[in-house]
């Protein structure tokens, strides 16, 4: 891992987080601010106990302050108690004791893996057809994919996730098709040179059949042919999206720990 390419990761990251903002003011403009910027990073609220409400890229090689933890607060102040915070091996070593401290007590891993696009060469791995969404298949991407994750009971406050994704600028939405039926899910987000790939989810009758491989490499030839160089994802340690990407080059650039705080009674 270069500081070059923690520097271009942090970019990538940086816009796509304001893109996200973005879209969430315009699926639902009740939540607006959405997004503000704080030193480094940025906090994005999607709603209570969505994922894409979060505080990331705080110090970001870069001196702590605890005011900017009182910033976040602010922002969230009314809204949620609820929220995420990213530490990686690049920002300041007082923020991970500071939110410890602060009530974020619950710790997940993702790692963040990355793949260079030079030399990409994937051989085709399914015979299902996979295509990019067009602006009136919008609503049935989202669709499937909120199926594909959450089954037919979606958890409150996730309601509008799928369709702020699909509304994000320069998220590009693909399906998997299998015949005539739509069955898997998948984005990719082209900042730059840089491709983040979002979540790919396939309805549970329809797992084994090689979607998320064809989603896959479907959306890295996308964007190799939209100039990209450099394509990056995350995913669970361990988890079978990890051992997808592994087998399509990519590989782990670092672990980011995430931490939550437990509901409030």
Known sequence: ??????????????????????AVERVDPSLR???TKIGTGSAVLCGPGSPLTQCNRLFFESEFDPNQLDEAEAFFAGRTDQWEYSVTPFQALELLPAVIERGWTQVSYENVMVLELASLDL???STLRVTRVSPHETATWA???????????VPVGLENLSTVIAHTADTHAFLAWE???????????VTGATAYLGGAA?????RGKGAQAALLRSRLQFASDRGCDLAMCECTPGSQSQRNQERAGFRVAYTKLVLTRPPRN
Do not use: K, N
Not at 202 to 206: A, D, G, N
């Open 179 to 189: 015949g005539d039926e739509a069955i898997a899910a998948a984005t990719v987000a």
């Open 143 to 153: 669709r499937i994919a909120t199926e594909a994750f959450f089954g037919s009971d």
């Open 123 to 125: 051989p085709a791995v």
């Open 1 to 22: 891992m270069t500081s070059p390419l923690a520097h271009r990761i942090y970019e990538a990251c940086s816009l796509l987080a304001e893109a996200t903002g973005a």
């Open 202 to 206: 396939t309805l549970p009758q329809h």
């Open 33 to 35: 601010p959405a997004y």
